[in-house]
């Protein structure tokens, strides 16, 4: 896999709340599914989705003990300060995608003159 | 508690589609700022107040579903009209404080459009307790995303 490959991963990983969740969840020692379900008013199936893509982004490992799969932070994951700053990054994009959607519609249509 | 204080520096770059003066004053007019700026869920009030003048606050308040606070204060601190906003902010999530941070803003002419430049550099307290809150809402838009990230460090 190409390095850049694996930061695409990392980063989707990160662009979703839920998930920025469990990885805050998590920096707080391991947890199970139920347990990172739990706060979250989600279905367990929907859990196990985005621990997937977490771990698909190198962020979370798993292992299973009985019927009992426990999450926990990747080790040379991102640290709690860089997934700190990469969620405060992803919020500001997307303030200024909102920002960027304003212009345009304020271009398309000036607004009235008081 | 174990407290901490991690500092960091990052930078976003944006290129918009009309002029320095159009793109600074989206950030001068409170109604723009509002509307741009508004990213928590539709279930959560929000208020917002801003007194865009070097010495005046800008006041950001949401409430989740739970009645749980979600504060952004900031003070503008240096305020050049078509080119340079400096402020300072700090968030209080749940009656702790995350971050305290100094931004520059910086806006250049681009060809026919402008270049936005943001800079944050941030202290990070006490680890950041209350994270998902504070992130809750931010949604997708990492497809721009360039980490830029300076070297990290818990203690300068």
Known sequence: MAPDAGLDRTFHALADASRRGMIDRLSRGPASVSELAQPLAMALPSVVKHLAVLEAGGLVTSEKAGRVRTYRLAPGGLSAVETWVAARKAGLEKQFDRLEEYLQQQAAAPPKEP | ?156
């Open chain 2, 1 to 156: 508690m174990e407290r901490q204080a991690a500092h960091t520096t990052f930078v976003i770059e944006r290129e918009f589609a009309a002029s320095p003066a159009r793109v600074f004053g989206a950030w001068a007019d409170p109604e723009a700022k509002k509307r741009w700026t508004d990213c928590h869920p539709g279930s959560w009030t929000r208020s917002h107040s801003l007194d865009f003048r070097i010495g005046g606050l800008e006041v950001n308040s949401a409430f989740d579903e739970q009645g749980v606070g979600h504060h952004c204060q900031s003070l503008y601190l240096d305020i050049v009209p078509g080119e340079r906003i400096v402020y300072a902010y700090d968030i209080v999530s749940a009656g702790v404080r995350i971050s305290v941070s100094l931004v520059t803003v910086e806006f250049k002419a681009a060809g026919a459009g402008a270049r936005m430049v943001f800079t944050e550099q941030a202290v990070f307290l006490d680890g950041a307790p209350g994270l998902e809150e504070r992130i809750e809402g931010t949604g997708e838009g990492f497809d721009r995303l360039a980490l830029e990230v300076e070297p990290v460090g818990s203690a300068h």
